[in-house]
């Protein structure tokens, strides 16, 4: 069965320091991920998304994912977080053809950032 | 317009009253979700409906009753509700027809409708 994990609840940075949350999932096929944040009380935002081709996808916000097929990871790097940043964010892999477009969502990693 | 719309932003029901949640589109997807998030938990699937009909149930009690009158629209109708329904409801839409096989995996979100049941 298809799954996500992000092994990270919480995480904290200071402001200016770098970020990488971790996501690996489990999918016989090729798949499409996605990365999303949720600010207290609000939607899901799309940051980024994986579906082929160069394996560094650059998304809004200055993120960045890498996937790795050998790790089937999808890891979400920024160079230089702000405040603005702090969030919860989803890692997420769609299985269209199975349950016509279902996403799975991983338990989410909360970010908070320090000044 | 990439946008997800949904109403009410807030709403606050006794388990005794009837309430509707609306979701709009005008993005033309034809793919439609409802969502059900609790506090620091990730979304929950509740119904997906593909083309106008429902497709999808996550076996949802019938206390809550969709409905999808066009392609634009998606309504949840909510009936005699416990205080455990309290939740963030989402609404999600996607692209069918004529998109790639990813971007039928790509749900665009509202912002969510805030229930509490009282």
């Known amino acids: 069965a298809q799954s996500v994990t992000q092994p990270d609840i919480h995480i904290t940075v200071s402001e200016g320091a770098s970020l990488e949350l971790r996501c690996n999932y489990s999918y016989g096929a090729t798949p499409y991920l996605f990365w999303y944040v949720q600010s207290p009380g609000q939607g899901l935002q799309l940051l980024l998304k994986?579906?082929?081709?160069?394996?560094l996808v650059q998304g809004i916000k200055g993120f960045e994912a890498e996937f790795k097929r050998s790790q089937s990871s999808f890891n979400l790097r920024k160079p230089s977080v702000h405040w603005s940043d702090a969030a919860e964010y989803f890692c997420a892999v769609g299985n269209y053809g199975g349950s016509q477009g279902n996403l799975i969502f991983g338990k989410g990693t909360k970010l908070s950032v320090k000044p | 317009d990439t946008e997800v719309t949904q109403t009410p932003k807030h709403l606050v029901m006794g388990m005794t009253n009837k309430k509707s949640l609306k979701c709009e589109q005008h993005?033309?997807?034809?793919?439609m979700y409802w969502y059900k998030q609790k506090a620091k938990k990730p979304p929950e699937l509740m119904f997906v409906?593909?083309?106008?009909?429902?497709?999808i149930n996550e076996s949802v009690p019938s206390r809550f009753s969709p409905e999808c009158p066009n392609s634009s629209l998606l309504n949840l109708h909510l009936h005699a509700l416990q205080p455990e329904d309290s939740a963030l409801y989402l609404c999600?839409?996607?692209?069918?027809?004529?998109?790639?096989?990813?971007?039928?995996?790509?749900?665009?979100f509202g912002p969510g409708t805030r229930l509490t049941v009282l």
């Open positions: 409906y593909s083309y106008e009909k429902l497709s």
């Open positions: 994986y579906f082929s081709g160069d394996t």
């Open positions: 999600a839409s996607s692209a069918r027809t004529g998109a790639s096989e990813g971007n039928r995996n790509e749900q665009f």
């Open positions: 993005m033309g997807h034809r793919a």
